[in-house]
């Protein structure tokens, strides 16, 4: 059998959840399809889908599967298109992993005018804090808003930077006072996002020189949105990245505190694989990433 075909029809099953659907768009019989999986599930001596009469979900085995198809397949399709002259013609799924705060708050009217400038590039977006591990998990590209990345063998491209605000509510500064000075924020209560890389601690630089605050933390969150619910609700002083804070600004349901001070600003990195040839594709989402993000921040 076909090894390469039995690939592309395993893909279009997941795609569309469904053997008929996979089957009527490569112009198959159903029974074909499903002959095409189970090949492969025998020559790999594992199970890929496991169905019933009404469900399907793939295995363990058949998710890494369904991504090294997807990669390769991708790939292989690049290469027909440049050797063939056809490179502008861009075509495919692009993987991506972002923040969800920067993805509800910055990126989705981004993607939205991506995908209108190119619409045969399909986008498969997962929103997630936590860092996700680029290879392991199968991305073509990911965004990271950190103020320093380890090094690894991702590629690293800078998108500007973000910076970091002290905020509160006006009700909570009416309550407990405004700061005047860092010392002052001991005697406040803090919410503090948990997934930073210090966190529980802020490092103000000003005109008097650097002071780290060990935070009286009340609350810890993994999600900035979410942070700056809970400050507007007036449960506390936090620090949120401009690109939350500014509109919560512009509605009066947050107030800057101390401002005369700044925390260390936050990069916002795009992020890929380096041990495999970038696909045009993905080189042209870095690059309107690269180009659009800084003035949003």
Not at 10 to 34: C, Y
Not at 105 to 129: G, N, W
Request: glycine share 6%.
């Amino acid at each position: 059998m076909d090894k390469l075909a039995a690939m592309h029809g395993f893909r279009r099953v997941v795609d569309r959840a469904s053997f008929s659907k996979a089957a009527e768009e490569l112009g198959l019989t159903p029974a074909a399809v499903g002959k095409q999986v189970r090949w492969l599930e025998q020559s790999m001596h594992a199970a890929l889908l496991l169905r019933t009469t009404r469900t399907m979900r793939l295995t363990d085995t058949g998710r890494a599967y369904y991504q090294e198809c997807c990669r390769l397949l991708d790939e292989l399709d690049e290469l027909e298109r440049s050797t063939s002259g056809e490179q502008a013609a861009m075509k495919g799924r692009v993987r991506i992993n972002a923040p969800m705060s920067l993805s509800l708050s910055v990126l989705s009217p981004l993607l939205a005018r991506f995908m209108d400038q190119y619409p045969e590039i399909d986008v498969e977006l997962t929103m997630a804090d936590r860092l996700l591990d680029v290879v392991a998990e199968g991305f073509d590209l990911s965004l990271r808003v950190r103020t320093t990345l380890p090094d690894s063998t991702l590629v690293v491209r800078a998108a500007g930077k973000v910076e970091q605000w002290l905020c509160a509510s006006p009700a909570y500064l009416r309550q407990h006072g405004t700061p005047q000075k860092p010392s002052d924020l001991l005697a406040q209560r803090a919410l503090a996002f948990r997934l930073a890389e210090t966190p529980g601690l802020w490092r103000l630089e000003g005109v008097d020189g650097v002071c780290e605050i060990e935070l009286p933390v009340r609350m810890w969150l993994d999600n900035s949105l979410m942070l700056g619910q809970m400050l507007a609700a007036g449960q506390g002083i936090g620090s949120l990245p401009s690109f939350i804070a500014r509109p919560l600004l512009a509605q009066g349901a947050l107030e800057r505190v101390l401002p005369a001070w700044q925390l260390q600003p936050r990069v916002a990195y795009i992020v890929y694989p380096g041990n495999r040839h970038l696909q045009t594709k993905v080189r042209v989402l870095s690059d309107f990433l690269a180009a659009e993000l800084p003035a949003l921040f």
